[in-house]
Each structure stands twice: as structure tokens, then as C-alpha cells.
């Protein structure tokens, strides 16, 4: 077995394998539009803040008092990596995290269906 750690990036291939994501029903979708479109721009706006070194790093060193600055920076340069600066998933990244997951069953994946970037703030 080949173990890759998928958190340092040093891979380029699987930088963009979506590690954070907001799921909700169809029906939700559906019925409050709006109200996904507010949930997930406070997704958004939290991933810039996160991807705000200054902000970012500050956050974790509240998160995780215990951590060494030298730590809490080398742990933020990793995270960081697979953080999306727009928050888009990509058809790409879909795949990857379902050929990461290995989901059991016979039923054929349709990942254009499995994700939609529609909720996301218009810039």
C-alpha cells in the first residue's frame, strides 16, 4: 500500500479534491432558494477569511492554544492548500472525492448532478 497525504499539496493532481462542502436536500434547493444563497455566502465569506493569513492563522492559534506558532504556521500552509479561493467545485474535484471515497453499490454516478456552484455569491 502507497499512503499519499492529500493535505500538503504537493501533489497538484489532487489539490483540487473538495475536503469542505455544504450539503442540503433538493427540496431545500427547491423551496428556499434564498435561503441557501445565505448559507452559503457565510461559507464564503468564512474561506476568505481563512485564506487571510493574517486572519487565518489567528483563528487557529484561538482554535488550537496549545500549538506552537511554528506549528500552527506550518499546519496553516497545508490547510490552506485545499481551501478554494472562490469556493466553485469543480467536475474534476467531484470525481476525485468519489474516487477517494470508493462509495459502494452498482448505481452509476452522474457527478454533474452531484454538486452545483449556483448558491455561490455572485463576485
Known amino acids: 500500500k502507497i499512503f ?3 493535505m500538503n499539496g504537493e501533489i497538484p493532481e489532487f489539490r483540487d479534491l473538495v475536503f469542505m462542502t455544504l450539503a442540503t436536500h433538493p427540496d431545500m434547493l427547491r423551496e428556499r432558494p434564498e435561503t441557501v444563497r445565505k448559507v452559503v455566502a457565510v461559507f464564503a465569506e468564512a474561506q476568505k477569511i481563512l485564506l487571510d493569513p493574517v486572519r487565518g492563522k489567528a483563528i487557529m492559534a484561538t482554535e488550537f492554544p496549545d500549538m506552537s506558532s511554528a506549528t500552527n504556521d506550518k ?9 478554494s479561493t472562490d469556493g466553485r467545485m469543480s467536475l474534476s474535484g467531484a470525481k476525485k472525492v468519489f ?7 452498482t448505481t452509476p454516478i452522474v457527478y454533474e448532478n452531484t454538486f452545483t ?5 455572485k463576485n
Open 4 to 6: 499519499i497525504n492529500l
Open 117 to 121: 456552484n449556483d448558491f455561490l455569491p
Open 75 to 83: 499546519a496553516y500552509e497545508i490547510v490552506r492548500q485545499i481551501w
Open 99 to 105: 474516487d477517494f471515497l470508493q462509495p459502494s453499490g
